[in-house]
């Protein structure tokens, strides 16, 4: 069936040039009534007014739709480059050149929302890091003021004072630790010393070097009934040791009192291992369960717990785990608890 839709310049500088010579020839024909001026004024005007429009449209307009394309790509063409837009890029119809527009368009506008998004994480992001340094530094700030406006002179004050000091330069130290370690993990620069290990060993470790910080909240730490067979995994052991610490760290943070974090391993496909650190503590409202890996995120009700942290762990997780090849998620309800998983390969031979 015919179709309009994709015409060359040719092929429309022909049918264009048939529809003013059929007319003009009939009436030609009307007033001669004789073949020969019919036919011959037929040959020139169907062969001039393709010539002339076919110029028309290969010269002026499609000139300018080069120049819409080079616009668009915004490239310095080769020598090669240069002979397929002259020869190749005419040949297009106006129809997918329209197409070609309307797809550029849409891109470009993806773009535009993605620098956007970008810029409003650039904000938060710097808001977020300001008010992370202004409280140990003004903390820091409080403290040495006391002490230099007399309080240096009172024993138990001044070190009570520089006892406090001394915990927030930390938490100042500890911060800019896990702000150049992000770091070097977005620039691609962790080295993965990969091993197989036995990860509910590695588990049971970290509930135990981190048990202390469990005490004053009474909160049990556990391996889920039905999970203690061994499963053996093969991954950078420090990395995922430093993983399992920063969730179970979380959990105790943001856990009840005398409440349970419960660790679950599972081997999915016999290929890879899931392992969940879960409590039941206050949960994450679900409007920010999508952001909770960004870095120093935390939602309204963990900003007015009283909480330490340098607001990096997850997004340092996060990091890690891509660095295996694996994935992180995260299950989270209001005064439920949350669940945050990940996996890792199973053994290698």
Same mark, same amino acid.
């Given at each position: 069936?015919?179709?309009?839709?994709?015409?060359?310049?040719?092929?429309?500088?022909?049918?264009?040039?048939?529809?003013?010579?059929?007319?003009?020839?009939?009436?030609?024909?009307?007033?001669?009534?004789?073949?020969?001026?019919?036919l011959l004024s037929f040959f020139l005007l169907a062969s001039g007014g393709y010539v002339l429009i076919s110029f028309v449209l290969e010269r002026f307009i499609y000139r300018k739709i080069k120049l819409i394309y080079k616009f668009i790509y915004q490239t310095k063409a080769t020598k090669r480059e240069e002979t397929y837009y002259k020869y190749i890029l005419p040949r297009k119809s106006i129809d997918e050149v329209r197409e070609d527009v309307e797809e550029w368009a849409r891109q470009n506008k993806q773009e535009v929302e993605l620098l956007r998004s970008n810029e409003q994480f650039r904000k938060e992001f710097l808001q977020n890091l300001s008010h992370e340094f202004k409280t140990p530094v003004f903390a820091i700030q409080g403290?040495?003021?006391?002490?230099?406006?007399?309080?240096?002179?009172?024993?138990?004050?001044?070190?009570?004072?520089?006892?406090?000091?001394?915990?927030?330069?930390?938490?100042?130290?500890?911060?800019?630790?896990?702000?150049?370690?992000?770091?070097?993990?977005?620039?691609?620069?962790?080295?993965?010393?990969?091993?197989?290990?036995?990860?509910?060993?590695l588990v049971r470790?970290?509930?135990?070097?981190?048990?202390i910080m469990a005490v004053p909240?009474?909160?049990?730490?556990?391996?889920?009934?039905?999970?203690?067979?061994?499963?053996t995994v093969f991954a950078d052991k420090e990395k995922i040791r430093q993983v399992l610490l920063n969730l179970t760290e979380n959990s105790i943070k943001y856990g009840?009192?005398?409440?349970?974090?419960?660790?679950?391993?599972?081997?999915?496909?016999?290929k890879h291992i899931l392992i969940e650190i879960s409590d039941d503590g206050i949960g994450i409202p679900e409007k920010h369960l999508g952001r909770i890996f960004e870095r120093f995120y /935390?939602? @309204? #009700? !963990?900003?007015?717990?009283?909480? %330490?942290?340098?607001?990096?762990?997850?997004?340092?997780?996060?990091?890690?785990?891509?660095?295996?090849?694996?994935?992180?998620?995260?299950?989270? /309800?209001? @005064? #439920? !608890?949350?669940?945050?998983?990940? %996996?890792?390969?199973?053994?290698?031979?």
């Open positions: 069936m015919f179709s309009t839709k994709n015409l060359t310049p040719r092929q429309l500088a022909f049918f264009t040039a048939l529809a003013l010579a059929i007319p003009i020839t009939l009436l030609v024909f009307i007033i001669e009534r004789r073949w020969q001026p019919v403290y040495v003021d006391t002490l230099l406006g007399g309080a240096l002179e009172n024993g138990e004050v001044n070190r009570r004072f520089l006892e406090k000091t001394a915990t927030n330069v930390e938490r100042l130290t500890n911060l800019l630790n896990d702000l150049d370690e992000i770091s070097r993990l977005e620039r691609g620069e962790l080295n993965l010393f990969k091993q197989n290990f036995v990860i509910q060993d470790e970290t509930f135990e070097s981190i048990s909240k009474k909160i049990r730490c556990v391996i889920k009934k039905g999970c203690e067979s061994p499963l009840k009192i005398n409440g349970t974090i419960t660790a679950s391993m599972y081997n999915t496909d016999e /935390r939602t @309204d #009700v !963990g900003r007015s717990l009283d909480v %330490t942290g340098s607001g990096l762990g997850l997004a340092i997780c996060k990091h890690i785990i891509e660095a295996h090849g694996q994935t992180i998620h995260v299950r989270s /309800r209001e @005064d #439920v !608890g949350t669940t945050i998983g990940f %996996t890792l390969d199973t053994r290698k031979e």
